[in-house]
């Protein structure tokens, strides 16, 4: 409830005259940035879960490496949901929700088929290059096509407009264009898997000389990162323009809420970080299409064979392009997972965020440095001294803004009146799980301590930390969050909270014992799990743990997704267009904000994003547009 | 609903939304092609030996296309110019030869190309005609992209001249910028490829 005193009342969206343009330029082609957002978010998710699927059935193999794979399970699970989703979607006569029925049905069929395929799962043990390509989609999926659409195109998309005041994106149209292409970059990567030879099978960082020589899907990869590297590119140039032009009055820089301040960084991450990628994506298509060497050393021998090719190339010169990306990529990752925390922290702690400043400051610094600690992924290719030295510096200066962010999050809890809502319950938890993830990675980014730790599972669950209980929290953080501002309804608390203890507890049973077996030496991308090692053998047991764990973790997410569908159309109506009493823009507007978001026109701002508790007022809050 | 600053510069920034648009833009095809051009650094310095530009290439044909290009980017500026005095004819003229010089570029380079190819030489010959075509052909595929936007503003999308001149005029700009990176692109490809 606002009083009128405090806050303006919203006009009531009933009676604004909006163009209606009919079903497909509404829902399909729309240039609105907030249904942008919601095709971003629902892609995004669905890749997610798709991408956990192929892990689900990895686990098994390394689980239980001799045991046939009892495929009717690994069919009932996307079957359940489907079915799940159908009936609310039919129940609530919401379209959306029976079409994702239809997608999660559509999984559940690439499951059945390939399972059920005796070329591809002889005797139901899955293939070694099943079991690789695997590996290597549910790397891309992940980062590609699930966390960074979510992050940057989902929330990024929905949130900046409306948290910057602005009436849409600075080129709509534009927009648009970046959603389909990332689609058809999402559309292309599915058909990999049907490609002769299977999907790409040489990791997602597709090292060369490996990528060079490896199947089709490999070339059909390279194609899908080239759309999906188009659209970040389009989407960042009008995330930055968007916030530097379309700025409220009076919404100076310093009193942008630390979420676009997060996508502002991430989008110039974004912009010049590609590109590299994009060329050595160019540079590979040539070695594998043209026949260059670019990536191909000379004498380089395949199978007893010496490989018939001009040579001379440099397989070190893709990782040098690769990780030039994927490592701010990893900011990418993390920055708007930041900036959802930070807002859900502010709003239930009921006091401003600890250090503001410093906040911004360090993540500009952070934005800066992630371009100059690439080759900490590179330490034992033999690069030399110097150079490991140099990159061990700048890794260990990173890590000094990403603790001061760290810092001021968890300083900002302290004498607060904290609200134990969901959204909060999932922001607090990042701030450990993320922590835990950050500070294993510093054995990582030592070069001496490297040695030991590189490529094992150690790896694998240092950065698991970051982006699974890190930034994939803070992402059911922010749809809990901005639930009843898109809808205009809450999601059911009870089940949050089943799907939060859930989450938290499953994710450190697949996590934690991954930093164990690593620290024993076993190796990543082992097909068996490492049953073959004999310095494996103490820690083989905690495989099949890890194992139930993913299975029950899945499990977990039904009560999520019943609530997500449910809660639609028969969630908790809210009583104002400002449910958790908040102060940035976004709740300043109608609920659901209709196009051009501002009833009424454009807000002014006079003040800084969090202004809670703050002295004199009848409310514990002053929204930014309240003079 | 009415996006503001799509024409007039917002007066803190002092820009419109496209020049700024077009500026990240420009900035993120720096680190593609400086990607590139440190790629050619890092494989040339790793080879034993690195055949001269200039003893395998056609120089005087790429000079002919270092003027073209340069002719290009002036008769864009004019094209600008002549919209700023609000002379449309001559913008029409002007637009018109840089979309010529576009096509004169891509037909020196295809003669190029067809020469080489002619005499078997493909990309997978070695590592320095690998970089050759890889080069030029993505500078091949700018230049044809900023032809389609050109004829673009010189055919059908003229029209908006008549309703709205101002955001037309800044369109222009905006493309011309895209032009002359294009060209400042092959400025330093010649040099690299054909000379040193």
């Known amino acids: 409830m606002q009083p009128v005193a405090t806050a303006p009342p919203p006009v009531e969206s009933t009676h604004h005259h909006e163009e209606h343009p009919g079903f497909w330029r509404t829902y399909v082609f729309s240039i609105d940035h907030k249904v942008i957002g919601i095709q971003y978010l629902m892609t995004g998710l669905l890749f997610l879960f798709l991408g956990f699927t192929l892990m689900l059935l990895m686990r098994w193999q390394l689980a239980y490496p001799t045991k046939a794979i009892p495929g009717e399970w690994f069919v009932v699970l996307p079957a359940a949901v489907a079915l799940i989703s159908a009936v609310i979607g039919l129940v609530n006569k919401r379209k959306l929700a029976v079409l994702v029925g ?28 099943l079991y690789n390509s695997f590996g290597a989609m549910h790397g891309t999926i992940m980062v590609f096509l699930g966390v960074v659409p979510l992050a940057v195109g989902g929330f990024g998309n929905y949130v900046v407009p409306l948290q910057v005041g602005a009436p849409d994106m600075a080129f709509p149209k534009l927009n648009m264009m970046s959603y389909w292409v990332y689609f058809v ?129 440099s397989p070190l010169l893709w990782q040098h392009l690769f990780w030039f990306l994927a490592h701010p990529e990893v900011y990418v990752l993390i920055l708007p997972a930041m900036g959802i925390v930070a807002e ?19 993540a500009v610094f952070l934005g800066f440095m992630s371009f100059i600690v690439w080759a900490h992924h590179m330490f034992m290719t033999g690069m030399g001294t110097v150079i490991s ?45 993320f922590g835990i993830g950050g500070l294993t990675g510093l054995p990582l980014g030592f070069s001496a301590t490297d040695i030991h730790l590189h490529d094992t599972y150690y790896v694998i669950g240092h950065f698991h930390y970051v982006v699974a209980p890190g930034t994939i929290f803070a992402l059911f953080a922010g749809i809990y969050y901005w639930f009843p501002k898109v809808t205009g309804r809450m999601m059911s608390p009870a089940l949050g909270k089943v799907h939060f203890w859930g989450s938290l507890v499953c994710m450190n049973g697949i996590f934690f014992p991954m930093l164990i077996q690593g620290l024993a030496g076993v190796s990543r991308r082992l097909y068996d799990g490492g049953a073959q090692y004999a310095h494996a053998q103490g820690v083989l047991q905690w495989n099949e743990f890890m194992s139930v764990s993913a299975w029950l973790l899945a499990v977990v997410q039904i009560p999520f997704i019943i609530n997500f569908f449910w809660s639609v159309k028969k969630g908790k109506r809210v009583e104002s267009d400002n449910p958790w009493e908040a102060t940035t823009l976004e709740w300043q507007t109608p609920t659901p904000p209709p196009h051009g978001n501002f009833a009424g026109g454009v ?14 007022g009848s409310k514990d809050y002053t929204p930014q547009n309240v003079a | 609903m009415q996006i503001p ?27 593609l092609f400086g990607a590139l051009f440190s790629s050619y650094i890092l494989l040339r310095v790793a080879a034993p030996e690195w055949p001269h530009g200039s003893a395998l290439l056609n120089v005087p044909l790429a000079f002919l296309n270092t003027i073209i290009l340069i002719g290009s980017s002036v008769t864009m500026v004019m094209s600008w110019a002549s919209l700023m005095v609000k002379d449309f004819a001559k913008y029409k003229r002007y637009m018109g030869l840089t979309i010529l010089c576009g096509f004169g570029f891509l037909v020196v380079k295809g003669f190029e190309y067809g020469a080489k190819f002619s005499h078997g030489i493909f990309p997978s010959e070695d590592l320095f005609y690998a970089t050759y075509f890889t080069l030029t052909g993505l500078h091949g595929l700018h230049v044809i992209g900023g032809i389609i936007v050109n004829a673009y503003f010189w055919g059908p999308g003229s029209k908006m001249w008549a309703r709205e001149p101002e955001r037309f005029t800044n369109r222009i700009e905006v493309a011309g910028l895209y032009w002359h990176f294009v060209d400042l692109v092959w400025i330093f490809l010649f040099p690299v490829l054909y000379l040193l």
């Open chain 1, 102 to 129: 239809g997608v999660f049905a559509g999984i559940a069929g690439l499951v059945w088929y390939m399972v059920s395929d005796e070329t591809l799962f002889p005797q139901g043990i899955m293939l070694p290059e």
């Open chain 1, 185 to 313: 970059g999402g559309v292309v990567m599915l058909t990999s898997f049907f490609v002769p030879g299977g999907a790409a099978n040489s990791g997602w960082t597709s090292y060369t000389p490996l990528a060079n020589i490896a199947t089709m899907g490999q070339t059909v990869w390279l194609t899908g990162m080239v759309f999906l590297i188009t659209s970040s590119l389009l989407g960042s140039v009008n995330f930055i323009v968007t916030i530097v032009q379309l700025r409220a009055k009076g919404l100076s820089f310093m009193r942008l809420p630390f979420f676009v301040w997060s996508q502002f960084i991430t989008a110039f991450l974004l912009l010049l970080a590609f590109p590299p990628l994009e060329a050595a994506a160019v540079l590979q298509l040539m070695d594998r299409l043209a026949g260059t060497s670019f990536f191909l050393p000379s004498g380089l021998v395949i199978s007893g064979q010496v490989l018939d090719v001009s040579g001379g190339g």
């Open chain 1, 344 to 362: 859900v922290i502010a709003n239930n702690t009921r006091r401003p965020l600890w250090g503001y400043k410093s906040l911004v400051y360090a």
């Open chain 1, 389 to 433: 030295t140099f990159f061990q510096t700048t890794t260990m200066i990173i890590s000094i803004p990403s603790v001061i962010i760290l810092t001021a999050l968890v300083i900002s809890l302290w004498g607060g009146s904290i609200r134990f809502t969901v959204p909060m319950l999932f922001a607090l938890a990042f701030l450990p799980m």
């Open chain 1, 603 to 616: 807000p002014e701002v006079y003040h800084g994003p969090y202004e809670y508790s703050t002295p004199n």
């Open chain 2, 5 to 31: 600053y799509t024409v007039a510069a917002r007066p803190d920034t002092g820009l419109h939304n496209s020049k700024l648009g077009i500026w990240l833009f420009l900035a993120s095809e720096v680190m």
